[in-house]
């Protein structure tokens, strides 16, 4: 069974330009969520995505928005590029069928932003 | 206010030594605890996850974990330590399976 897939792996963007990030989950997961790992501030939620709904949300700037497609992949989007937005973006994908579930992470994608 | 503390950012450990990393949370109810790993350049892969019951949990890659109530604590061992150990490790807490709190993680290297 395939993992969670990320693409791309690597990303250089410009201050003010904007980026679309893509997650394909595990077959047969419907749930999908987004981190943020920075050397400073560690790993951060953004969001999640179930059913194509946004459930949950971290506490991140409107830049940042996400989507989930009926067949559970999702993206993420960063509008007006900062500095501070270079990390390491991680999405996660689970049954969530209810308690007792496992979170399994993709590679991430790598952003710089210059 | 709620947090997830792991109080080591690094340590260094012999190959064939054991291994303990600290964790300890701050919330008002007993979340679900987890550890993860990762490798440079990698994401997260789950070591072991406590939800309820035997508070001593056997994860992958030979690691375990003990939940302490009392201390709010969640910490991890492995007996005999590899080179491939070699990582960092992240103490994870929350209230569902998909909106996790992370410790600051903790470095293990690991000497010949």
């Known amino acids: 069974k395939a993992g969670v897939t990320q693409t791309p792996r690597y990303l250089i963007k410009t201050r003010g330009q904007q980026v679309t990030l893509s997650c394909s989950p595990i077959s047969g997961h419907r749930s999908v969520s987004w981190y943020q790992q920075t050397p400073g501030q560690g790993l951060q939620f953004l969001f999640e995505?179930?059913?194509?709904?946004?459930?949950n949300k971290g506490n991140f700037p409107g830049r940042f928005s996400g989507r989930q497609f009926s067949n559970s992949r999702s993206e993420m989007n960063v509008s007006t590029l900062e500095l501070g937005d270079s990390a390491l973006y991680l999405c996660?994908?689970?049954?969530?069928?209810?308690?007792?579930?496992?979170?399994?992470f993709g590679s991430g994608t790598q952003l710089s932003v210059l | 206010a709620q947090s997830v503390t792991q109080p080591d950012i690094h340590i260094t450990v012999s190959e064939g030594a054991s291994l303990e990393l600290r964790c300890n949370y701050s919330y008002g109810a007993t979340p679900y605890l987890f550890w993860y790993v990762q490798s440079p350049g990698q994401g997260l892969q789950l070591l072991l996850k406590?939800?309820?019951?035997?508070?001593l949990v056997q994860g992958i890659k030979g690691f375990e974990a003990e939940f302490k109530r009392s201390q709010s604590s969640f910490n991890l061992r492995k007996p005999s330590v590899h080179w491939s150990d070699a990582a960092e490790y992240f103490c994870a807490v929350g209230f569902n399976d998909y909106k996790l709190s992370f410790g600051a993680g903790t470095t293990v290297t690991v000497r010949a």
């Open positions: 995505y179930f059913s194509e709904t946004q459930r």
């Open positions: 406590y939800f309820s019951g035997d508070t």
């Open positions: 996660a994908s689970s049954l969530a069928t209810g308690r007792n579930e496992k979170l399994f």
